[in-house]
């Protein structure tokens, strides 16, 4: 959903807690550009069910700069599956989106970590959404390269970045990467991506931009 969505920091019988700070030039979900000049807050979470792992998140974009305010919310539950070297963990996955337009969409994914060669330095994910209210479908393909360090910086990671999707009605492109610092409690980042969309329902973009936030445990 957003970069100020991150790991689970807080833990307690099963259940796992995180929270963001985040400013964002542009605010995209899936290509969509939903505000500008975002300062935005988010929490997340997950629960160990034994059998699955209930997650859900809420992200808020407060009205700011005449812009009207940005809520998102996710549900969803996730499942390991053992195939050995193919193994993945699957997720069904409702979001709702309360913007100047609102919409709500669902997803099924999967995301591997342990692919023959490739595993041992990118994740890949595929999710396939469908939402009736901007009336588009398709595929969108997430691959994370794993955290490099920053030489003779000690708590410093760079970690690389690419997202595509193709939709039947849109389609974009994501490259980018983040620079984190890990204090412990807290994880300040700066991250840059450029991002292209054609034929997009909110209007094409062709540019950069640029995050900085604070992840928290508690």
């Known amino acids: 959903m957003s970069a100020a969505l991150m790991a689970p920091s807080v833990q307690a019988e099963g259940l796992t807690v995180d929270a963001s700070l985040e400013y964002s030039t542009e605010h995209y979900v899936r290509g969509l550009n939903y505000a500008e000049d975002a300062l935005g807050v988010g929490l997340n979470g997950s629960y160990d ?6 997650f859900g998140s809420v992200y808020n974009v407060p009205n700011i700069g005449g812009d009207g305010a940005v809520n998102h919310t996710a549900f ?29 969409e669902v997803g099924f994914g999967v995301t591997f970590d342990s692919l023959p060669i ?86 094409d973009e062709d540019g950069w931009t640029v995050q900085t936030g604070l992840n928290f445990s508690f």
């Open 49 to 54: 069910l034994n059998w699955a792992t209930a």
């Open 76 to 104: 969803g539950l996730a499942r390991g599956v053992d195939l050995g070297a193919f193994s993945f963990t699957g997720s069904l996955e409702l979001q709702h989106h309360n913007a100047a337009i609102d919409s709500t």
């Open 118 to 203: 490739i595993g041992d330095f990118v994740d890949v994910g595929l999710t396939l959404w469908d939402n009736n209210d901007l009336d588009y479908n398709g595929i969108e393909l997430s691959v994370y390269g794993s955290t490099l360090e920053v030489p003779f910086v000690e708590g410093f990671g760079l970690t690389p970045f690419f997202e595509l999707g193709e939709f039947d009605t849109y389609d974009y492109v994501k490259v980018g990467g983040t620079l984190g610092y890990d204090l412990g409690k807290v994880q300040p980042y700066l991250s840059t991506f450029w991002l292209e969309s054609e034929d997009s329902p909110f209007g």
